[in-house]
């Protein structure tokens, strides 16, 4: 198989992981008889630092044109970094939102998994992090307040600022179908998460997923308020198989999730649309003050190239493979800073992907 991937290393220690992952992309092309080849993008604040804007529409189209793009990370230190000197709609992250909206990619799959290797380093009590956790979460990706109008103006000499919270059925409806589709080949546990004792947009949420979930009779569903969610992560996250929720809710809960996993670093993503087109990036951010230093766990970056294969290119055995390398390296005692603990050994970026290429023959 042949794929064009287009590559936005982005800036902090995105160059450093992507550089990881595309490594075990090679290794995969090697071992199975595929050639990937890469178009390196430019956005955030590498490409504010060459164009004066954080993507520009070639870069979209460069994009648009790739089978799948893999992703670092993009944004500084907002204290020191001049590009948070820029408007709002120049920052870095203003590039990530228009590349969302402009592929369309409206389902966000985050798993999170607590891998058995890394049980010392999930902060939850002992009798918890046995029983382990596997859970998507899904985030509704390009509508809700992230995309709403907005507006800060003086109301009789008063300062008002305002952010628009819309969601449409169908908005809702292409969400859960892909929530539900996924809960199919997992538990088939769905917890539609919302804030429906308070919010029109919930009532609505809530409405149509019990509409969409009549076609799945299989499936469980159950509905959770969203502070209470927050709460059951750390009280129990074994409960949980797929959480589907709407833009902010998702954003929030998944770094939530991401740190009772251990690290932040571990944790994949994939952003996809209506087609096999798909984002694969860590969740994770840009983490400048480690940037450059050699010691970034580019796992989550792996792992986000395993989902690229299995979701983008139907390469399942291929994904698995990358899979079983990275538990390999874990099992064999071999971890970056973020995840180290007493009695392993502690090794950096480099070797980290190095070891995980050499687990797939
Ligand atoms: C994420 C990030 C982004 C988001 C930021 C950088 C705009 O926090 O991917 O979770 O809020 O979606
Ligand atoms: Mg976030």
Known sequence: MDMKIGVIKGDGIGPEIVDEAMKVLDRIGEVYGHSFSYTQLLMGGASIDVNGVPLTEETLQAAKESDAVLMGSIGGDAKTSPWYQ?????????????LRKGLNLFANLRPAVLYKELKGACPLKEEIADRGFDMMIMRELTGGLYFGKRSTEKVDGVLVAKDELTYSEEEIR???????DIAMKRRKKVTSVDKANVLDSSRLWRKVVEEVAQDYPEVTLEHMLVDNCAMQLVKDPAQFDVILTENMFGDILSDEASMVTGSIGMLASASLNETKFGLYEPSGGSAPDIAGKGIANPIATILSAAMMLRYSFDLDKEADAVEAAVEKVLQDGYRTIDIMSEGMTQIGTQEMGDRICSCIA
């Open 86 to 98: 820029l408007e709002p709609d120049k920052r870095p992250e203003a590039g990530l939102l228009k």
């Open 174 to 180: 292409r969400i859960a179908k892909r929530g539900f």
